[in-house]
């Protein structure tokens, strides 16, 4: 009775506002995009700014490289390297390969992934699962023939009608996220935007959305990226354009980079900041965005979140700051919510006391 006295209150205290639309769309393709932006509160709050994240996890693939991978296949049937019935080839041990698998399926492709194997189980299965076809390969570095990038390409090379789609180097990756998720994300704040922030992979969200607001805005909207431990970006943002070497590492996967993609290209050099997050402040706020917002989402996504809150505290009460939610929990969740795998990475003590009932694996 009480609890259900208490449970109305809040209800009340907090109206639900939720629009449909009524249009249908064509199937996985047609779902892909028009993703909600999410007012987070509890941070909105305590930073006095609006903190909006772009929900890309409620892509039909779960990620925000669905869109990458559908830009990428498009590029390659409209330059006539990929015809119907054709391979669609790639070395990815995450999002993309879940990206592509869908889109293969959604267009009657061939899908073969690369991937080092030291990659879990669970991403193999899960690839074969979506009709993927998955070549694990020796985890050797980029340097080496045998990478699993070079193996992918070389793989397409010899087949007809394949194409390896590239994702660091292939600026349609970018591209998509330019002419999609940029001018969304700019059309559901109207205009009203003082910053973005966003880690990168492959710099195609970064990059492409960066464009697209900069241009929008004519230069108003800020963009900064943020970077995990052992990547080399933030250093070479806040240094004046040298690569350091890569020391240190981080519990985020599909984040991080050691070089300037093409499609980062020269557009690190309009970037306006950069901010390193290290993994106590990405595990506390994904078990707080869980706990405060009901969200269940991936590593990178927390870095992301507190990536806007630092840039929000930077420019002070009032503005509007937006980033990405990148994916959901559920591919680490075994290593993310599990008591001993944080005590193993040193950070079962970053999670404040009252969020470690959600640490519920041993
Ligand atoms: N978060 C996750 C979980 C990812 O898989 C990726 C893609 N590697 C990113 C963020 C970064 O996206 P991008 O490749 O566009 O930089």
Redesign the pocket.
Known sequence: MVLAVVLRARAAARPVTRSFTSRAVDGFVGALGNTPLIRLEKVSKATGCNILAKSELQNPGG???DR?ALGVVLDAEQRGVLKPGGTVVEG?A???GIGLAHVCRARGYRCVIFMPNTQSQEKIDLLRMLGAEVHPVPAVAYEHPQNYNHQAKAFAAGLENAVWTD?FDNTA??DA?YRTTGPEIWAQTGGALDAFV?????????A?VGRALKERSGGRTQVWLADPPGSVLHSYVTSGGKLKERSGGSI????G?GRITN?LGTFVEQLDGALNIPDEKTIAMMYDLLDSEGLYV????AL?VVAAVELAQHLGPGKTVAT?L??GAYRYQSRLFSKAWLQSKGLRDAIPEHLQKYAVLD
């Open positions: 990620s925000v490289k990458a990815t995450g999002n993309t994702q990756n970018a996220h966003c880690a990168t992979g492959t710099g195609g969200t970064l492409g985020t996967e599909g984040i980079q499609n991936g590593a990178s996504t992301n990405i990148c994916d």
